[in-house]
Structures are given as C-alpha cells and as structure tokens.
C-alpha cells in the first residue's frame, strides 16, 4: 500500500519571479498549455549514469487542499457529512461549484498512476478516470525544487528524491537534466505506469463550464468548408480547453454538432468571456495553413467593445509585459500626433479653430465634429491622432485602432442578470460607448487592458475594471501609468508592482462587452461575421 501523499509546504507560498516585477501564483506558474499531449509516463529510457545538471525549477508542492485563483472546481454530490464533497463522476455536469483543489504529490510506489491516486487521494477509481479523461491530471518524472519557505524537514525530502544516486537509479530519466525532467505534462491514459519519485499534480476540482450543455450550436455555425469551420463562440467557453479540462471546449461541442469523425481543431484564441468568429481546423494541414496566415499577418480581425467611457478613434498603442500570466501589464502612454494616412475624423482643432471636449477620464482630447472623408484627404492627408506608449526593452508591442464610438444605452438590470455581468464598483450610468476596433496585435487580454488603460475598461470585465477604477480614485498607484511615480530602490517598485495587480480582480462568470464580429482573410475573399452581440 502506498504511503501518505508527501507534502513539501502549503500550497500558497507566496510568488515566484520570472522577472524581478512581476508576480504570480505557483499554480499558473506550473500551468500547461492545453493541446499539447506528451509521451506517456510509460516511455523509460535505460541509461545509468547520465550526468543531471542541478538547476532551479520553480514550484511548491501540497498534499492538503488548497484554492486558487485559476477559477472554480465542481463535483457532482452533496457534501458528506463531514463537510468533504462525495466523489462519484464528473459527469453530468453539476450544478454545484467548489473551491479549486489540487493535489501534489510524490510517488512513493510505483504502478498505475489511476490506482495510485485512487488510494492516495481515497478517491473512486472512476472519478479519477474521469479527472485523467478531462486532462486534470499532471506529471514530472522529477519533483521541484521547494521554496525558500519550506521547512528542513521538507527539504530533507527534497533532497533525498533528487539526490544523484537516487536519480542514477532511474532508468526514465536518460539523458535528461534536472530542469528537463521536471517539465510538467498531462497523463493521457488510466494505465500510465509511475514509477517512485515522480511528481503528481491533481486538480480534485478542475474548473468546469457549464455553458457547454446550455447552447444551440448548431445555431452557432456560421460556416462549414473542407478544411476549416466558423463558429459564433457562445461566450463563458474554452476555445481549446484549460489546464484541467480539455473536454468542455468549444471545439469538442462544435465537432459533435456536427457530427464530424474528427476533432476540430484550434487556429486561433478567444478569451473564455469573449464571443464572436472563432475559425476551427478539419486538418492538420489547414491548421499549418491558418498559423502562418496569422504569422504573416494576413488575418484581420474586428471587434466590437462596450465600453464604460468613451474612447477617442484613432490609433493605441501600448507595451505588454511577455508574462503569460493574467492580469496582463502594460506601459501607460500619452497621445501623440504621428504622420500616417488612415485616420478621417480627428485632426487638430486649434487649426480648424471648432472644437470640443472628449474626456475619457485621463485625457482631454480635441475633435472635430464628423467629416466626409475626401475633405480630410484634401486638406489634411498625413495627419492621425493617436495613443502611443513608451517603449519598454523586452516588452510586446500592443497596437489597436478604435475605428467607431457610439453611445448605446447601458445593459439594463435584466440582461446584466442573465449574462452575470458585475460593476465591480463602477458608477452606473444613462450610456456605454460601443467600439468598433481594428485588432492590429493579437496579445492576450489586449482590448480589454488597453482600453483600462485609457479610463474606460469593458462593462462586466471584473478583472481590469477593480484595478482601473483604482487609478481614477487614485492617480499614481499604478507603477507603469501616465502619473507613475519614481521609487528610491527596486524593492520599492517591487512591492508597488504586486499591490498594482493586487488591484486587479478575477476572471469574469460568464461574458463581457467585447465580440470578435469579423474575420478575413485573403485580401477579404473569405469574410465571416458574427451575429448580434449579447448586449
């Protein structure tokens, strides 16, 4: 019978840097991309005697049930009667919701990794088939190292499960180094073999979407070819899946409309609260074919965006942090006027001499009343306004061009009821701003952190709308805004740094004001749009 699952310290130890910035939870530092399944724990090489190259890893590890901020877990049954949820089957979907658990554990004997986390865990064989079949379930044929927090007793353990002669003794880990072997990837099968010392990672309560079993989708079809489909993804859904669930996908629900013999695949990402024209590939081939389209960038993508404020049409452009951790950061910019042909609405107003005020909540900006657009090319042909950031060595170029701004009424109490849309604090007003935007980058969270940024963040966005309205109240507080201030030593930044993402908030229920409306390609030969947004 195998031991009691080892613990290496809580869970919660705190933040673990890729850079000496920014800050993050272990678990998403951990955290696989979904898709991209690895070779079975089954595959041992059997080479002794191979030279491990100790480096740093990064990652705690917890026996002990823990929550975090990758979103909410459920399982199927009431509670017992000691307040611990009864394991039966992931499915049917549940219409109760729990804290995240995840288990970290260490192999203290080997055979198949489903009856060693069934007995470690006291789980049902079938719920852990369940959690392997949804991709809960991780693995490294090498433990982490601890952090600096952890005890000499959990680090005695550490080092006797990394020590060279226990690694020599280890057939799987041929050729491998320290930082090699404990790359994390997703077990595959129920009847994957582990063998001792090799590290486990269970998501008890893998994040679920039950919007999955809500829609019509073949309703959301917009367009089936040989090589490719378009859907109006329904928002509140994983494109591709998460880190611990690739069953309630978009793809997945998509492929069993229908009725296809193989699995769509993903080309591109749409945020979980987004909706709007997702592209899914029939073949490998044409997955190959849309990923250089989108390296070439002969993709254009627009959208449409419910603002809280309205936003000045023009050209944005800021600096992303590269963490692929959310919240995202970006540099805070001024706006600047630059010589380019694209704009026909906003040219400067001390040399028309009529003028008035935009206030976006950081910046007063002059514009002209509309203008047909041959008079703009006559007399202004090079002018554009526009938002440009400072450049930040090492950080990603974020450019959108807000193309429309209309006033639309704001959600009603009904519609904000359905799609769980929150204010997060945000006064409620008569009017929202609806954007039309030309997406020029395509980084994660772009829209929504750029028009934060600006003072007007995107209704129900409970992630960057806490964090905005806590720079209005405050101007200052962010470290990398318009008013940042200068700090004495980089510990002073540092901890600016982690209260500024304190600020942020979590990753929305449901939906927010943002739509993918259109896709093309080619020049505009093939051109979908999405339907009526939800708003």
């Known amino acids: 019978m195998p031991g009691n699952p080892i613990a290496i310290g809580p869970s919660n130890f705190g933040s673990i840097f890729t850079s000496p910035l920014l800050v993050s939870s272990p678990h998403q530092q951990r955290s696989i991309r979904t898709g991209r399944i690895r070779a079975p ?75 060693y986390i069934s007995k470690t865990l006291n789980l049902p064989l079938l719920y852990v088939a369940d959690l392997i079949h949804f991709g809960a379930v991780h693995y490294a044929l090498v433990h982490p190292e601890p952090p600096a927090t952890a005890s000499p007793e959990q680090i005695q353990l550490y080092e006797r499960f990394t020590s060279p002669l226990f690694l020599k003794q280890r057939k799987s880990l041929k050729e491998k180094t320290i930082k090699e072997a404990q790359k994390t990837y997703r077990i595959t099968h129920v009847d994957e073999y ?48 998460t880190s611990n669930n690739i069953e309630e996908t978009c793809a997945n629900f998509a492929t069993r409309a229908l009725g296809l013999t193989s699995p769509l695949m993903t080309t591109h990402q749409i945020d979980n609260c987004t909706e709007g024209c997702l592209v899914l590939a029939r073949t490998e081939e044409y997955c190959s074919v849309f990923h ?102 090492g950080w990603q170029l974020c450019q959108l061009e807000v193309l429309d701004c209309e006033a639309v009424p704001w959600p009603n109490a ?93 990753e929305p229920g449901i939906t927010i004001g943002l739509q993918a409306c259109q896709i093309s390609w080619d020049d505009d030969t093939h051109i979908y749009e999405a339907q009526s947004p939800w708003y």
């Not at 039950?210 to 917009?222: A, G, L, M, V």
């Not at 962010?478 to 201030?485: I, V």
């Open 194 to 241: 582990v063998e001792v010392g090799t590290y486990l990672r269970v998501y008890v309560h893998p994040r679920r979407f039950p919007r999955c079993y809500e829609i019509d989708w073949k309703s959301r079809i917009i367009a089936v070819t040989e090589s490719y489909v378009v859907l109006d993804k329904p928002a509140g859904i994983s494109v591709g899946g």
């Open 414 to 506: 009904v519609i904000k009821n359905k799609y769980q849309i929150q204010d997060c604090g945000w006064p409620e007003r008569n009017f929202a701003y609806e954007c039309k935007i030309n997406l020029v980058t395509g980084r994660t969270h772009q829209i929504r952190t750029q028009f934060a940024a600006c003072g007007a963040p995107l209704v129900g966005d409970s992630m960057y709308m806490p964090a905005a309205l806590a720079e209005l109240t405050n101007p200052g507080v962010n470290p990398f805004g318009k008013y940042k201030k200068e700090y004495s030593c980089e510990d002073d930044k540092r901890t600016a740094v982690k209260n500024w993402i304190s600020m942020h908030g979590k």
């Open 41 to 115: 724990v089954t595959r041992r090489r059997t080479v002794v005697g191979t030279p491990i190259r100790k480096e740093k890893g990064g990652c705690c590890f917890s026996s002990s049930p823990s929550s975090s901020n990758l979103g909410l877990g459920s399982v199927v049954t009431a509670p017992s009667d000691n307040g611990c949820p009864k394991y039966d089957r992931l499915l049917p979907c549940p219409s109760t919701s729990h804290p995240l658990r995840v288990e970290h554990l260490v192999v203290l004997e080997e055979g198949p990794v489903c009856d």
């Open 292 to 393: 250089r389209k989108i390296r070439d960038k002969l993709i254009k993508k627009l959208y449409l965006s419910l603002a809280s404020a309205p936003m000045p049409c023009g050209m944005i452009t800021h600096y992303m942090h590269p963490s692929s951790r959310a919240p995202r950061i970006i540099s805070e910019g001024n706006h600047v006027m630059s010589f380019t042909n694209s704009l026909h609405n906003m040219i400067l107003s001390t040399i028309l001499k009529k003028q008035y005020v935009f206030d976006d909540h950081q910046h007063s900006v002059w514009i002209l009343p509309e203008l047909k657009a041959d008079e703009v090319g006559t007399f202004f042909p090079n002018l554009m306004f526009g938002l440009n950031a400072e450049y930040v060595e």
